[in-house]
């Protein structure tokens, strides 16, 4: 089939893959940002500016041809970050907990602790977007038949 402008359109899905490559591309983006910022020192800033550049080009494979291997990938280190952020966030104080004394203040905490949960919920969004993404194409190839988005 057809576009009218000539192009073959994709016998799968369209918009599942989008999503999924625009979430991992947001994901990119922001550790380049908090990189670029200077908050969390330097050695840190280059392991995040790596880890995006590990992530474009599987961010371009699920946009263009949805490669399974690259959702793959992009699921297991969307897993492998929550691990690593809700270690962070239980491990370094994150709770925002007192052992001793009053309590320190009755407003909400948006320091660490909300970042690193806003962190994990992408990376959890980004996770099930792939995997889900992976069963539908695995189901369309056994079935034989496209799937729409």
């Given amino acids: 089939m057809t576009t009218t402008t000539g192009r073959v359109r994709s016998t799968g899905p369209v918009l599942h893959p989008r999503i999924c490559a625009a979430l991992t591309a947001v994901s990119c983006a922001v550790h380049l940002w908090l990189?670029?910022?200077?908050?969390?020192?330097?050695?840190l800033g280059i392991l995040m500016i790596g880890?995006?550049?590990?992530?474009?080009p599987c961010t371009v494979h699920i946009w263009r041809h949805s490669r399974v291997g690259a959702l793959h990938q992009v699921t297991g280190v969307a897993i492998a970050m929550v691990g690593l952020h809700a270690i962070l966030l239980?491990?370094?104080?994150?709770?925002?907990?007192?052992?001793?004394?009053?309590?320190t203040s009755n407003v909400v905490d948006t320091s660490g602790a909300a970042g690193l949960l806003l962190v994990i919920?992408?990376?959890i969004t980004t996770a099930l977007l792939a995997a889900t993404?992976?069963?539908?194409?695995?189901?369309a190839r056994t079935a034989g038949a496209p799937v729409a988005s």
């Avoid at 239980?90 to 309590?103: E, K, T, V, Y």
């Fill in 35 to 43: 990189a670029a910022s200077g908050h969390h020192g330097a050695w």
């Fill in 121 to 123: 919920g992408l990376e």
């Fill in 51 to 56: 880890l995006a550049a590990v992530c474009v």
């Fill in 133 to 139: 993404l992976v069963a539908r194409l695995r189901r």
């Fill in 90 to 103: 239980l491990g370094a104080g994150g709770a925002g907990h007192a052992h001793a004394g009053p309590p």
